[in-house]
């Protein structure tokens, strides 16, 4: 019985991650769209909400790697494993919490990993950490990705202005809003390939612990999937409409051919990395292919300070969410093994999660985005 | 714990991620950027009468379309595909 409430606990904070991953992520993935103009923002918001559902069955190896590939189920049994995994959210959504007040670009996604990896090694130990995985699946990938996404927009937006240098400006702005198009929608599905299967990954592991679910899974149960892309899709839906309000306070300045440029590669460079089980910040990928498009025209044009921002936020997010599900662990121990403790940090984290939304709305300096995946 | 010589780290993988990348990232918009030089120009040659290039410029915005909406169908195809 016991098992079962904490399940409970786990997939609710779990599919909550999912819909405020969606709500943040918004931003990044119609703002280039709607600030070219290529889309109207009710129609963008929507599209992607859809594309981010439908992204979300198209491959699983990315939840198989969070599930399987950064701790080993078969330490994480049980009421205390199922209480590990709640505890890596929580330590997720506290440090999200806190970047968003105070405006760092964080990444949810290494967030959710690093909370996951502090209080496995708070419970169990290290000998629960594929040490090897993290480092292959994790930390190369997350280095790698937004260079790579950064290069390919800046080499295609050369490619493009050396084929259309010498048309007539207003055929050449038509064709590329036409274009963003497809790119967003390319990129909706990719941020629904990867995001929305950390998720289904973490659930996974839950229900392994629960002893619903062998540990040697290859894809979760459908309910998983089917729910994770939901969230994900209503956040998506939802954070939408507040950017639409906010949307003329923060405009991208690019022409329709960088943010096509843009949008294609973080879409290419997502999914390719999806299709080999690679979870990624898709924040700090579509945040390297914008620089790159920006970088290749004008190198004043980048806002360079948003890189050292995203710098900032790589080596802090891992250590910090991971102190973050430590600390969360240990204070659900307070309590006992049983289902107080998740059910007292969960009321905890809500009245503060309340707190913050009410003095951001109050003092009227929301943030769009402000915690990312 | 070798990084660079012991498969640790999948390289292969990796390596296959940035060249897809590449390839599709900068050679799907630039078939793109053609169908819309294309396009620019074969309004520009109906208006100046000149049929043959108006025609042929109008394949060429036509077929890259066509190229860029094949190769992103067969990039979901791909993806979809369990190995």
Not at chain 1, 107 to 117: D, M, N, Q, R
Not at chain 1, 160 to 173: F, H, Q, S
Not at chain 1, 176 to 194: C, D, E, I, V
Not at chain 1, 210 to 237: K, Q, R
């Amino acid at each position: 019985m016991a098992s079962d409430v904490i399940l409970v606990i786990v997939v609710a904070t779990a599919l909550a991650f999912d819909f405020t991953n969606g709500f943040h992520d918004t931003a990044n993935v119609v703002a280039t769209a709607i600030s070219t103009r290529a889309v109207p923002p009710r129609i963008a918001v929507l599209f992607a909400s859809i594309l981010n559902f439908a992204g979300a069955f198209i491959s699983l190896k990315v939840a198989a790697t969070v599930g399987k590939g950064i701790v080993d189920p078969a330490h994480i049994v049980g009421t205390s494993g199922m209480t590990i995994v709640f505890a890596g959210l929580i330590g997720a959504i506290a440090w999200n919490l806190a970047t968003w007040w105070f405006g760092l670009p964080s990444s949810s996604s290494h967030a959710l990993i690093g909370g996951l990896v502090g209080s496995t090694v708070a419970a169990v130990g290290t000998k629960a950490i594929d040490g090897n995985g993290l480092l292959a699946k994790i930390i190369v990938p997350a280095l790698i990705a937004p260079v790579l996404c950064f290069v390919v927009a800046g080499i295609a937006i050369i490619v493009i202005y050396a084929i259309v240098g010498r048309v007539r400006p207003g055929p050449v702005t038509r064709g590329f809003k036409l274009g963003q198009l497809g790119t967003a929608g390319l990129l909706s599905l990719s941020h629904g390939t990867n995001d929305a299967q950390k998720t289904m990954g973490i659930l996974a592991l839950a229900l392994v612990a629960h002893g619903s679910l062998g540990a040697d899974f290859t894809e979760p149960p459908t309910w998983v999937i089917v729910s994770a892309a939901s969230a994900i899709a209503l956040g998506t839906y939802t954070g939408g409409w507040r950017i639409i309000k906010t949307m003329g306070t923060r405009i991208i300045k690019m022409d329709a051919a960088q943010g096509f440029a843009s949008q294609g590669a973080g879409a290419v460079v997502i999914l390719a990395a999806s299709h080999f089980g690679y979870p990624l910040s898709t924040t700090h990928v579509i945040n390297g292919g914008i620089m790159g498009a920006g970088a290749a025209k004008r190198l004043s044009a980048v806002r360079w300070g948003v890189a050292g921002n995203i710098i900032v936020a790589w080596i802090l997010t891992l250590p910090a969410s991971a102190a973050g599900g430590a600390a969360v662990y240990g204070i659900t121990r307070i309590f006992g093994k049983g289902v107080a403790g998740p059910i007292v940090v969960s009321v905890l984290i809500l009245i503060a999660a309340v707190l913050l939304f009410a003095r951001r709305a109050r003092t009227g300096t929301a943030a769009i985005g402000g915690a990312p995946a | 714990m070798r990084i660079l010589a012991d498969p640790v780290v999948d390289w292969s993988a990796l390596g296959k991620v940035v060249l897809y990348s590449l390839i599709a990232g900068v050679g799907v918009p630039a078939v793109y950027a053609c169908a819309v030089l294309g396009a620019g120009r074969s309004s520009d040659a109906a208006r100046a009468h000149r049929n043959g290039a108006a025609t042929f410029y109008a394949l060429l915005a036509l077929i890259g379309t066509a190229a860029c909406i094949g190769a992103i169908v067969y990039g979901i195809v791909l993806l979809t595909q369990k190995s």
